[in-house]
C-alpha cells in the first residue's frame, strides 16, 4: 500500500499575501478553481484579516462563499478571535492560526506578547470545539527568528506541548523566515513525533537558503506526512530577486511521487495552476524542478506507477 | 570534533566540457586560481581527452603545467590508458575515470561494451598502484540511464565490489542525469557503506529535478563524507534554460557548514570564484541558494562559529 503524503496548498494565501501585485477577487477564485483541479487535498483560501492590513486578502469572505464543490478541505487563516467569527460565519470550517515561538516577533507581527498570544490561541481552541471547527495551529519562526536568532528545540516542545492540551487538529511547526536545515528539521521533528505522534502534526518550509526539499525530506524522514507548500513557489518577499518563497509545490509533489509516496495530485493540471499564476501575477512562476518537469513530467507519472 | 566533508571542485572540467561557450587556457587558469583561493581540498582541473571531441579541455596539459601551489589536491579526468599517460606526464597524481553502469551508456558515450570498459578501468588500476596514481572510479548513470531506465540497486553493488578489487583510492556513485531522489539515495548509499566503508565513497550529483541539495543531505545521513560539486552551479546540458548542471558548491557547502558540518571552504571566496566564472561565461551563474548567501553569508559562518 502507497503511503500518502497530504499537501496543503497556500499560493492563494501565504503565496499572494505580501505580493506588490493585488490580485482581485476574481482573480483570486480564478487560480483557486485551477487548484481544486489539481486534486490536492487541502486549499487555504485566504485569510480573515484587516483589509487595510493586509489588503491583498480583501474579499476573503466572497470567496468563502463562492467555492466550487470539491473533495478538497478548504481553509483560512485568522488572526484573532474576531478573524475566527467572520470565518466561522463565511463557512469555513478548517481555521489555520498562527503563533511565533518568540516574544519579539509576536510583538512586531501582531503588538502582542508571547503570553497574550497563547491566551488567544487558547481561547480559539476552546471555542472551536465547542463549534466543530478544526484548527491548524502554526507555531511560527520554530527554528528561528529575525529579532532572536536562533529559536531552542526545548522552547517548542514545550510550546507545542502546551499547545497541545487543548488539542489542534494540526500542529504546524512552520519555518517561518526559511532558516532551517535538514539536521535541524530532523532532530526537532523526530523530537515532536516522539511526544506527539505523526498524525496530528505538519511541517511549513521556506526556500530562502535553497533547503526546503531538503527539509521537507528530512521531515518525512522523521515521519512527518502533512506538508504546505504553493504552487510555483510563490512567496517570501517579492522585493528580493531570486529569494524564493514558499517550498512549490510542483518540487514537493515530483520530489514525492518519485520517492512512491503518493499526493494525490495531478502533475499537468499542477503545472497548469503556475501558469494560470504567471498570468495572474504578470510575472513568471515556478518552482525549482518546473523547467525539466513542464517537459518531463510523465517520467515521474511512470515512475510511480511502476 | 567537527565533522569533515570533503568537496571536489568540478566546475572546471564538469562544469565546462559541455558549454557552448569555450574559455581559453588563460580563461580556465584565472577560475582555478579563483578556486584555490577558497580552500576547497580538491579541485578538477580538466580532462586529457580529444581535443577533438571535447575542444572546451583543450590545453589541460598546459594548465597542469603551470598550477598554483596549494594544499588542494588536483585531479582531472582521463578517459582511457592514453588519457592516463598524458595525465601523468603532465604531473597529475590523482585521476577520475568514469564507467557507465549499463551496456547502452558505454556504447553510446564512449563506443565500448560494458566488459570492455570495466577491463580498461581494471587495467589503469593495475597501472596506477604501480606508479602511486590515485584514481577515482566514478560509476556513472548509476541510478539512472538515458537509454535503459533505472538501473537496480543490485547492478551497482556488484560492479562497484568489482571495482573495489583493485582497490581505486575513491569509487564515487554518480547520478550523472540528476535522475535521483533522497530516498533512492539513501537505500543504495547505506548498502554501499555497509558494504565499502564510508572513507572510499563519495557521491556526485546533478540538479536536474532540483533534488541534488536533498540528494547531498541523504548522502550525509548514510555516512557519505565525500561530494562533488560545482561553483555557481555550472554543468549539465546549457541548451534547456532553467535545468541546472551540477550540485552547486554554495549550496552544498551553506547547507554542510550551518549543520556543523566543516567544509574548509571560505564563502566570500567561493562567491568571488562564482563571479569570476560569470565574467568568463558573460551570462550570470549561482546556485539556488546564490543571492541569498551573496547577502546574508554572515549568518551562516555565525551558525558555525556557535
Redesign the interface.
Known sequence: MTERIIIKEVSARDGLQAQPKHLSVEQRQRLIASLVKTGVPEIEIGSFVSPKAVPQMAGTDQIAAALPETAAEYSALVPNMKGYELALKAGIRTHAIAISATEQMNQNNIRKSLAETFTMAEDILVRAREDGVAIHVYLAVAFECPYEG?VSPATVLEQAAQLMRNEPARLVIADTIGAA????VRSLMNECVAQFGTDVLGCHFH?????A??N???GI?SGIRQFDSSAGGLGGCPF?????GNVATE?VV??CE???LDTGVDIPALLESVKVLSELMESPQ????????NNNWQKISR?HA?
Open positions: 536562533k536545515d535538514p539536521a535541524s526556500d530562502t537558503r535553497a533547503m526539499l531538503a521537507v525530506y528530512a524522514e528580493a530577486p531570486g529569494a524564493k518540487d515530483s520530489m518519485q520517492m512512491g515556478g518552482g525549482r524542478s518546473h523547467y525539466w518537469l515512475d511502476a
